[in-house]
């Protein structure tokens, strides 16, 4: 799994990081740059929604074959998506400002080999300041269907439903973290989404083993409502702390670096902590170590709310 997370990172870290550097180039002002560029970060639960839409179809569909055909359906189909966000991003025009970068000949020759060795602390940070984010992401999404065999016993397509709501909500409360992270500062509000999604994870499974419906879906909306205070912001967060001429990789390499380290072991850690103690607390002691690893580098990114794009600032 973490070898298929590295891969997928690869991927998705330098789309991500793209998409995030043209948003924000593309704001009219430094003002709400938080909001615009958590429109990226939207596309996360929007994926997640409809890929869990699908499961939970082929899962009626196939019934007890699912684990035999009906999970390879849409994971083919998938491949329509891709061809629509490389039809759709072949399609965006370059900002005005990465235009004027290669006019004034700016373009870094080794943009990956610069910012290790101009930025590296940024880098390490941006990717530790993912912890809190990233993992509690995995744990949540994917590792909930094993909890759910091992402790609640509820049904594959009951929690596919409550992931379903939960990631309609995130519709709302991402782009909401962006504009509170414009308001109140990026740092502020993404370390209280840290904070409050490692406290929130003991009351996270306390409120699954109790098995009780209702509950189960007050956790999975609370849980996504928590870590959407650093999903939100976490765009605008990461890619003011680098110059705009290796904006694009070090912000890329940061997520993948996360993704890696943070995302991938996730579930795997999770399912050795059920696996040695059978307690869900232990997992949630996890998530919050994992937080306070995000609080700590998070205070230690500099500020870069307000800074001009539109140059260097090494």
């Known amino acids: 799994m973490v070898v298929l997370r590295f891969i997928q990172g690869i991927g998705v870290g330098g789309e991500w990081g793209g998409s995030v550097l043209l948003s924000m180039e593309w704001a009219r002002t430094s003002k709400n740059r938080g909001l615009i560029a958590a429109w990226p970060q939207f596309g996360g639960p929007a994926g997640f929604f409809l890929a869990n839409l699908a499961i939970l179809a082929f899962s009626q569909m196939s019934g007890d074959q699912f684990l035999s055909w ?5 994971f083919w189909l998938s491949l329509i998506m891709v061809g629509i966000g ?73 929690l596919l439903v409550a992931l379903l709501i939960g990631s309609f909500v995130s519709f709302f409360t991402i782009p909401f973290s ?15 989404g840290a904070a409050a999604t490692g406290l929130f ?12 419906p209702g509950l189960i879906v007050l956790a ?42 943070a995302g991938g072991p996730a579930p795997m850690i999770a399912t050795a902590l059920l696996a040695a103690t059978g307690s869900g607390q232990v997992i949630a002691l996890y998530i919050l170590g994992c937080a306070i690893v995000s609080i700590a580098a998070t205070a230690a990114l500099p500020s870069g709310k307000g800074r001009d794009f539109a140059h260097d600032h090494l």
């Not at 370059?94 to 590296?120: C, S």
């Not at 809190?132 to 759910?148: E, H, K, L, N, S």
């Not at 962006?178 to 209280?192: A, H, W």
């Not at 870590?227 to 390499?253: K, N, Q, V």
């Open 201 to 212: 994870a003991f009351a996270y499974y306390a409120l699954l083993d109790t098995a009780v």
């Open 86 to 158: 490389l039809w759709i991003r072949l399609g965006i025009l370059e900002t005005p400002i990465f235009r004027q970068i290669i006019a004034d000949e700016r373009v870094a020759r080794g943009p990956v080999v610069e910012v290790l060795k101009r930025q590296p602390k940024e880098v390490i940070l941006t990717a530790l300041a993912r912890m809190g984010q990233m993992a509690p992401a995995f744990v949540y999404g994917a590792f909930i269907f094993t909890y759910r065999t091992k402790v609640v016993g509820a049904s594959r397509d009951f």
């Open 70 to 74: 009906g999970w390879r359906v849409p």
């Open 220 to 261: 999975v909306l609370v849980a996504f409502a928590f870590h959407d205070l650093m999903w939100g912001p976490l765009a605008a967060l990461t890619a003011e702390c680098f110059t705009p001429r290796l904006g694009y990789s070090g912000a890329s390499i940061g997520f993948q670096l996360a993704a890696v380290f």
């Open 178 to 192: 962006g504009y509170l992270s414009d308001r109140l500062g990026r740092k502020q509000v993404y370390i209280f």
